[in-house]
């Protein structure tokens, strides 16, 4: 009777403001769903302010230590892109065993316009274990469309010990691998035991473990780590503990890449590219995406204040009566999108003070900590223009990527993603592949060739970071975009 009772009031009182029983409950979850955002992204915030608004502790390994490992750094290239000569010149300029240390530079062909820019590089560090690799021609039966992984299998074939570069990203709340295409690394033989079994029914040729595994689908940084996410270590199948956990590897450097004026079309391209793409492989986050952005998740907290909370002021009918009405859902709104920015704006002035940066003869200015005098990098009403037109965009782009299509254009080359996310090449194919070679410098400085050939590939100036910065390696590496940086989930 007690609950009938309850029951009876709440759907007088809901009456009594004009409103329906589940649209009240509609906006009790519209709240709950908030502060399960906000919760989650506060978890982030933290993080960052934590980790990265002081120096790093210096690395607690000595870099005569016979026990380091030897450590690969993979590098596929496309093209000339903003400072890409000291970009590709900290690879090089690492704190660690010249020879414990090899670096794998991977070109499309010696057409590209990057192509003197490493042979620059190369000169400049002849006492370094390098060498670039030309994209030799591939079959069908040998490797999928991928592009990126067809510019680096070669090199992950041939990669000296071990630790290899890897791009994801950290993972406080260990509940799924978010890997965004960052800079981190992982071990051959773990990422090889987690493929080996790998097989896609629409595809009638087995694909070699390791990267080549993921030649057939267009997101593989986030199927690499969904794969050692999700994959069980030998030791861990045969039933013996594990050190490696979930592969949640510590926070590194800062990875920082220099990006000029970007075109809202390009901007635009890129998000819409990697929405279709995701929407096959995480389809329930996908659908909430909107959700998590700051104008609709403010819209969500105002709607729920609106018509949560009045029928529970009943004794106050001047505040359940104003709570009802449009402005108030207008000052709800404002006011946590207001707070989201300023959040926003703190990451930003956080990640780009850049006092984890171990400043030195070889840093480069756009790596350089900021003037004393200045508030950030950049005056706030630039930012605030580029965030309000980063947060306009993104439900109009994630509506037209989920019900536009499936068609991507990436790397100059045009593909059809399935809903078991293989991709497919969509028009005439790219020109065929002729032998090149590829430019090899040894620890004596001596040049070599051998053979490889052409196509594209976009480049991606990546290099270790995580678990090694404590054995004295350091990284000027990866992107750190504003739509990822004001992320933080």
């Known amino acids: 009777m007690v609950a009938e009772s309850a029951l009876g009031n709440a759907v007088t009182t809901c009456n009594q403001y004009g409103q329906s029983l589940w649209l009240v409950a ?40 016979p026990n380091l490992p030897h450590v690969t750094i993979i590098r596929p290239i496309k093209g000339l892109e903003p400072y ?26 010696r057409d590209d316009p990057a192509y003197p820019v490493i042979e620059k590089v190369l000169a400049r560090f002849p006492d370094i274990d390098a060498r670039l690799y030309l994209e030799p021609k591939y079959e069908d039966h040998e490797l999928g469309p991928n592009p990126k992984i067809r510019n680096m299998s070669q090199a992950y074939r041939e990669l000296k010990g071990d630790v290899v ?20 690394m992982f071990r051959r033989s773990h990422l090889d035991q987690v493929t080996k079994n790998h097989v896609i029914p629409s595809r009638p040729y087995p694909r070699k473990p390791g990267l080549d595994s993921l030649s057939d689908n267009i997101c593989e940084d986030h199927l690499l780590g969904e794969r050692m996410w999700n994959g069980k270590l030998e030791e861990e199948e045969e039933g013996q503990p594990s050190e490696w956990g979930k592969h949640d590897l510590v926070f590194g450097d800062l990875a920082i890449q220099p990006v000029t004026k970007m075109a809202t079309s390009s901007y635009v391209n890129r998000r819409v590219r990697w929405i279709r793409v995701r929407k096959f492989i995480v389809i329930l ?54 707070v989201w920015m300023l959040t926003d704006f703190f990451l930003y002035r956080t990640l780009l003070s850049f006092v984890t940066i171990e400043v030195d003869e070889n840093t480069p200015h756009f790596a350089r900590p900021p003037a004393p005098e200045s508030i950030a990098r950049r005056p706030f009403l630039e930012w605030f223009l580029a965030w309000l037109g980063r947060e306009t965009l993104a439900l109009p ?42 430019l090899n410098s040894d620890p004596n400085g001596q040049s070599q060739r051998s053979y490889g050939s052409d196509d594209s590939c976009e480049v991606r100036r990546r290099t270790p970071i995580e678990n090694l910065t404590k054995m004295g390696m350091k990284t000027t590496a990866a992107a750190m975009d504003l739509d990822e940086t004001s992320r933080l989930i």
């Open 26 to 65: 509609a906006g009790w979850l519209a709240i709950g769903w908030y502060i399960f955002v906000v919760t989650v992204s506060t978890i982030g915030t933290i993080q960052v302010f934590r980790r990265y608004s002081r120096p790093l502790p210096k690395a607690t390994r000595a870099p005569s230590d």
């Open 84 to 109: 890409l000569y000291e970009n590709l010149s900290s690879s090089f300029q690492q704190d660690y065993p010249k020879d414990k240390l090899s670096i794998s530079l991977c070109l499309s062909s």
């Open 165 to 184: 570069w890897m791009y994801c990203a950290i993972n406080t709340i260990l509940v799924a691998p978010c890997v965004v295409g960052k800079s981190t």
């Open 285 to 338: 986050a996908t659908i909430v995406e909107p959700g998590i952005e700051c104008f609709v998740c403010s819209a969500c907290l105002a709607f729920g204040i609106t018509t949560g909370i009045p029928p529970l002021l009943s004794g106050s009918q001047y505040c359940s009566t104003y709570l009802s009405t449009w402005s108030a859902f207008g000052l709800v709104w404002g006011l946590s999108a207001f």
């Open 397 to 438: 782009i994630w509506i037209w990527s989920v019900f536009g299509g499936a068609t991507i254009v990436w790397r100059d080359r045009e593909f059809r993603v399935g809903m078991d996310n293989v991709a497919h090449a969509v028009g005439p194919a790219s020109k065929q592949r002729s032998c090149n070679g590829s």
